[in-house]
């Protein structure tokens, strides 16, 4: 068993994004979290009411970490293009670096603890804390720009992200390897993808 580190709570948050990315939420009963985590499975509900809160609370961790990374350097200011791929760059980059709190992410968003947040922002409001999301803003704006193809949201971040998340998942089951010049070059086949 692990040995627990003085934060409980974090090495909880920990064993359940590899535990979740590993096994799925069916897969994962919380005697299994505590066991991974170095602790007594009472000792979870020390800090988490149930199981659907230690999952929101790991969703919430996970999500603003993967937010930071993706606007780490972003400039409104910038030309369409480059902050398109900027943002797709950070995905690209966020799942090969964090493989398991992406697999955590795309766990969460298709089960059923994440598929109303899903939905929410796939056709609802798209914002967070009164902003758009960074996704959402550039292909609007490329659409009043009359550079992005007149297609729905839903339609214009599968073909932009959609072959991103592929990619990440074959990287991190080893299948392939990703040099500068091929993620340049599938970044632009993205772009080429939803630009008019």
């Known amino acids: 068993m692990p040995s627990p580190s003085q934060d409980k709570r974090q090495d909880i948050i920990t064993a359940t994004i590899r535990l979740i990315a590993d096994y799925g939420f069916h897969g994962t009963p919380i005697s299994m979290i505590a066991r991974e985590a170095g602790v007594g499975a009472g000792t979870i509900y020390r800090y988490f009411k149930d199981k659907d809160s230690l999952f929101l609370e790991t969703f919430?961790?996970?999500?603003?970490?993967?937010?930071?990374?993706?606007?780490?350097?972003?400039?409104?200011?910038?030309?369409?293009?480059?902050?398109?791929?900027?943002?797709?760059?950070?995905?690209?980059?966020?799942?090969?670096?964090?493989?398991?709190?992406?697999?955590?992410?795309?766990?969460?968003?298709?089960?059923?603890?994440?598929i109303d947040l899903r939905r929410e922002k796939l056709f609802g409001a798209c914002?967070?804390?009164?902003?758009?999301?960074?996704?959402?803003?550039?292909?609007?704006?490329?659409?009043?720009?009359?550079?992005?193809?007149?297609?729905?949201?839903?339609?214009?971040?599968a073909l932009s992200i959609g072959p991103i998340i592929f990619l990440v998942k074959d990287t991190i089951a080893g299948l392939i390897s990703l040099d500068e010049a091929t993620i340049d070059q599938?970044?632009?086949a993205c772009w080429d993808a939803v630009k008019r």
């Open 186 to 188: 599938t970044l632009a």
């Open 127 to 157: 914002s967070e804390a009164g902003q758009e999301l960074p996704f959402k803003q550039v292909l609007d704006c490329g659409q009043q720009q009359g550079a992005i193809k007149e297609l729905p949201f839903v339609v214009l971040l």
């Open 60 to 114: 919430q961790q996970v999500d603003g970490t993967f937010k930071r990374a993706l606007t780490e350097g972003y400039e409104d200011g910038h030309p369409l293009r480059d902050r398109f791929l900027h943002l797709c760059r950070g995905v690209l980059r966020y799942g090969i670096e964090r493989p398991a709190e992406f697999k955590f992410i795309e766990q969460y968003y298709h089960s059923p603890y994440g």
